[in-house]
């Protein structure tokens, strides 16, 4: 009985520190960062565009909201506003208030678009929006830095960025179950028609017109399942150290989940070029979230650095050749 409970306080005790430990706030702060740069992105990509899709002057629809949309100057206003909260949550400007302004602004354009299906990839930036409503994302890397104690290392409690990660593990994975299940991701055909159909750029008709052997669809196709289903583990592999019979030294494999990392790019990218869905690019937005804070602050410091040096060299040029310096 008294062995139980100890196991019951073990894993009590195991259980909080995975949910509600103290982490360095660095991963999360830069994921707010580059989710804005995402965001921007996504919203300036309609700027064109926003008396069709978000005026009663324009091709609007509706999705969970009243049959009403403004008229083309007041969806300007509203839009340039969400355009300007976008701006304050990527230089970390009162997050506690930009944040949930801007989860309702987005929602409110998100219900107008004429383009809105709730995919993988709404569901996913709605996740970011709402948790970066619920944690401290201004902590460092900000220009309105929370308050902290002088001489204390910052921290975060670690369940907002544990649930990202998880939930990004989960969305990778249960794709991957899903095609492996599938009868029509069994062989490459299913594929040739996604990269040939009506919404296919030219380099994707381009492709298929080079009249591959079907092999080559049926080995893209099972490399995208085995992918799938092996990166949810890549991403949380930091380094992997293992014995061979083959050597009496072990071999140790540092930064797996960058390796892991980069084939997330190429595969998003081949998806963004070849078949013009360049929203899935959001998965390598929570990348971020899975780095260790001490890379990333290593990584601030080379640049910091770089810059530096840089400008030192430049304004020692000017100086040089008699020009004023910046």
Not at 106 to 123: K, P, T
Not at 214 to 242: A, H, Q, T, W
């Amino acid at each position: 009985m008294r062995s139980l409970q100890m196991a019951m306080t073990r894993l009590v005790e195991c259980w909080n520190r995975f949910w509600f430990e103290q982490i360095s706030p660095y991963p999360l702060a830069l994921f707010r960062i580059v989710f804005g740069c995402y965001l921007l992105i996504f919203f300036l990509s309609s700027a064109s565009n926003i008396p069709l899709f978000y005026s009663n002057q324009g091709v609007y629809t509706t999705f969970l909201m009243p049959d009403i949309a403004p008229s083309p100057y007041i969806a300007a206003v509203l839009y340039e506003i969400t355009v300007l909260l976008i701006v304050g949550l990527i230089v970390g400007y009162r997050v506690r208030v930009v944040a949930p302004l801007l989860l309702l602004f987005y929602g409110y354009h998100f219900c107008l678009n004429i383009w809105v299906r709730a995919c993988s990839f709404d569901r996913a930036m709605l996740m970011a929006l709402l948790f970066l409503c619920m944690t401290p994302s201004d902590t460092v890397l900000s220009i309105s830095p929370r308050k902290r104690q002088a001489g204390v290392e910052p921290t975060v409690s670690a369940w907002t960025t544990r649930l990202l990660i998880i939930h990004m593990c989960l969305f990778y994975l249960s794709t991957g179950i899903y095609k492996a299940l599938d009868s029509d991701w069994q062989n490459g055909q299913l594929l040739k028609a996604v990269m040939s159909n009506l919404y296919s750029s030219n380099l994707s008709f381009a492709f298929v017109g080079l009249k591959w052997d079907p092999f080559v669809y049926d080995l893209m196709s099972r490399s995208v399942i085995v992918f799938e289903l092996l990166c949810p583990f890549g991403f949380l592999i930091r380094n992997l150290k293992f014995e061979t019979v083959l050597s009496d030294k072990p071999v140790e494999i540092r930064g797996v989940q960058y390796y892991f990392f980069g084939l997330g790019l190429l595969f998003h990218s081949g998806i963004a070029i070849f078949m013009q869905i360049p929203q899935f690019f959001i998965c390598p937005v929570y990348y971020v979230l899975m780095m260790p804070g001490k890379d990333i602050q290593q990584w601030l410091t080379h640049v910091k650095t770089n810059v530096a040096r840089l400008t030192k060299n430049k304004s020692a040029t000017s100086r040089r050749f008699g020009f004023p310096s910046a």
